[in-house]
């Protein structure tokens, strides 16, 4: 409370100017005030006020794990995953690292580790892991989607394959494929497994109405 004898409390403020830097790092907003009486007097005065960042972004999804099919050689590079990485900071930009990243390994389970952090400095860490299998005797899956008319669990001629659909076969390594136009599908270069389970989706669009679906394995 700014007082005088010209007029006692009858004073007038107003801000002159607001500056702020750049930051994040930190914001620092400086504001200018100017205070005139009934007698013309003038005052000025500032005002500094300074917000530090000290929360960390916020993880929101980690990469999942991965598997991966080493080469003849038994050797796989471990990929670049932080575009599955997903993070939150309220206060700037991100930026993510991976470590390892590109690198060159052998049959084995890796962890990996993702630093996120902000303009601040501000970090935290999550992580996954990628196993890499070396393998020699692949595998192969392959089939046809079909309407079983009949409902006789093989496909008769004059039962059309159904092309289009997402298959999806579980595993060490999850694959997916699309069936072709006559409704046949193949996966090829497979890591054994004890089991697998296949899924499908059909195509976006109208539904099926009376569709006896079969999916059958060669």
């Known amino acids: 409370m700014i007082g005088g004898p010209c007029g006692g409390s009858n004073v007038t403020f107003s801000v002159l100017s607001t500056v702020t830097n750049s930051g994040p790092c930190p914001w620092v907003i400086t504001r200018t005030w100017r205070a005139i009486d009934s007698c013309t007097n003038l005052f000025y005065a500032s005002q500094t006020v300074t917000v530090v960042d000290t929360l960390p972004p916020r993880i929101t999804q980690c990469p999942a794990n991965q598997t ?81 008319v009949n409902r006789n669990g093989q496909q008769d001629p004059g039962e059309p394959g159904l092309p289009n659909w997402t298959i999806n076969a579980s595993g060490p390594i999850g694959v997916s494929t699309v069936t072709d136009s006559q409704g046949h599908y193949c996966f090829t270069n497979l890591v054994p497994a004890p089991t697998r389970s296949v899924k499908w989706r059909r195509p976006a669009g109208p539904g099926f109405p009376g569709v006896r679906l079969l999916l059958r394995h060669d």
């Open 68 to 148: 991966l099919v080493a080469d003849t050689n038994c050797l796989a590079t471990i990929p670049d995953l932080r575009g599955q990485l997903l993070a939150t900071d309220a206060c700037g930009p991100i930026t993510i690292r991976q470590n390892p990243i590109f690198t060159q390994v052998g049959p084995g389970t890796y962890p990996v580790v993702f630093t996120v952090c902000d303009p601040c400095t501000n970090c935290v860490v999550c992580s996954n892991f990628v196993t890499v299998l070396c393998v020699t005797n692949l595998g192969s899956l392959c089939g046809v989607k079909f309407d079983d």
